[in-house]
């Protein structure tokens, strides 16, 4: 028993070095080829795609020092040590611009936005003694910290760049719940790819910070290292999938959010005033006329501003009109009509032959999962239920 323990043992601690080495190098190469494929593809959300390139290829650091060493080439490279210190400093703002830039119609990178890397420039500054250490000093430094783990990072450093990554990772959530409160609001068809990859990506952005700074606040040893890695390599491989399998991602987002500008402030002006109730009854009997007749929400990617164009009322008119005449968003209200639509296609023999899909995407949906979720909330049933339940009401008629 006593032997077999020690095997095992044995085994695993021979085992750990060479997962490492694996890790290392297939994540090394991932991490640079989709860091630099991010920084130069051309796109027109390529300004998003430069902050997640710029974050893939920072937190690959950290593998790339792992196979130098490993390959007993750091010694040639030594300088490399601590690079690692731009990803420490600089992962939150990075998350949080990369969520700005896919969110926000027409980002640009303002001055007051590079503020967001002050704390990098503080970081650095704190870190000038170390850069100017020689090489020698650099990989000793290295082996202490990263190998025998005699040397302790300082505590109140690791809380505050993790409490710093923290609170990024709110400031993003939050962006990102009102993007897709915006969607509600403004598109008439969600296409949930994309806010959900947002929130995958942050969280799973956020567990390597965490997974670095609790290893580095109690110490340090092999097994965490080992954790740390597999964070990372998880992190970089994620993102590497999801731009083969999901490339559309990495392109634009649809119905992205308007910065504040003189068009917003006149909206929030119209907003603030009182809209004459008669005035809302006549665009409400505009729009409904209009819709009866022309079925505008057979356009899957109809947004609010498309609609407000068509039937000449200001869009925070029409958005204000069919929130409070209508009690429901652009959304649910475009969407009402979508099912009726489709309800009265199952009744009609002249749409016998289509199937479910056919109809849904017929009436204005752009997915069977949106229109199931749309049809069950407005008629109480499925589209399959509702299509077999008229089928017997009418068998039962010509009976």
């Keep these: 028993m006593l032997i077999n323990l020690c095997y095992t043992e044995i085994t695993i601690k021979t085992m750990e070095p060479l997962l490492n080495l694996v890790l290392f190098i297939i994540g090394s190469f991932l991490g640079v080829s989709l860091g630099l494929f991010l920084l130069t593809v051309k796109s027109i959300k390529n300004k998003a795609n430069i902050f997640l390139g710029i974050y893939v290829l920072s937190i690959s650091v950290y593998l790339i020092q792992g196979f130098l060493y490993r390959a007993d080439l750091m010694s040639s490279l030594p300088h490399f040590v601590h690079l690692r210190s731009f990803y420490e400093a600089s992962a939150g703002a990075l998350i949080y611009l990369y969520v700005r830039a896919c969110t926000e119609k027409d980002f640009q990178m303002k001055p007051i936005l590079w503020l967001h890397f002050l704390p990098l420039v503080l970081f650095l500054i704190i870190k000038i003694p170390l850069f100017l250490t020689t090489g020698e000093e650099k990989l000793a430094y290295f082996i202490d910290f990263f190998v025998n783990y005699t040397v302790k990072p300082d505590p109140i450093h690791s809380i505050a760049t993790a409490l710093l990554a923290f ?114 009854e006549q665009f409400i009997k505009k729009l409904v006329s209009y819709i009866e007749a022309e079925k505008p929400y057979k356009e899957a990617n109809l947004t609010l501003s498309d609609l407000a164009e068509q039937v000449n009322i200001p869009s925070h008119y029409l958005s204000q009109v069919i929130n409070e005449k209508m009690k429901c968003s652009f959304l649910e209200f475009v969407n009402g009509y979508r099912v009726e639509e489709s309800k009265m296609m199952f009744r009609d023999e002249k749409f016998g032959n289509y199937t479910i899909i056919a109809v849904a995407y017929e009436s204005g949906f752009n997915s069977k999962s949106a229109f199931y979720t749309a049809f069950k909330k407005h008629a109480g049933m499925t589209p399959s239920a509702f299509k077999k339940e008229h089928k017997r009401s009418s068998m039962n008629m010509n009976a």
């Design 167 to 280: 609170v990024y990772f709110i400031l993003s959530i939050r962006l990102i719940q009102q993007y897709k409160k915006h969607l509600t609001n403004e598109a008439s068809s969600i296409d949930s790819m994309f806010h959900r990859w947002l929130i995958l990506f942050a969280s799973s952005a956020l567990l390597p910070i965490l997974g670095i700074w609790t290893w580095a606040f109690i110490g340090g040893n092999a097994t965490g290292t080992l954790v740390n890695i597999t964070f990372i390599f998880t992190f970089i491989l994620s993102v590497y999938l999801v731009v083969l399998f999901k490339p559309a991602i990495f392109h634009t987002f649809p119905n992205q959010i308007k910065v504040k500008g003189e068009e917003e402030e006149e909206k929030q002006k119209y907003e603030n005033s009182t809209l004459q109730d008669a005035k809302k």
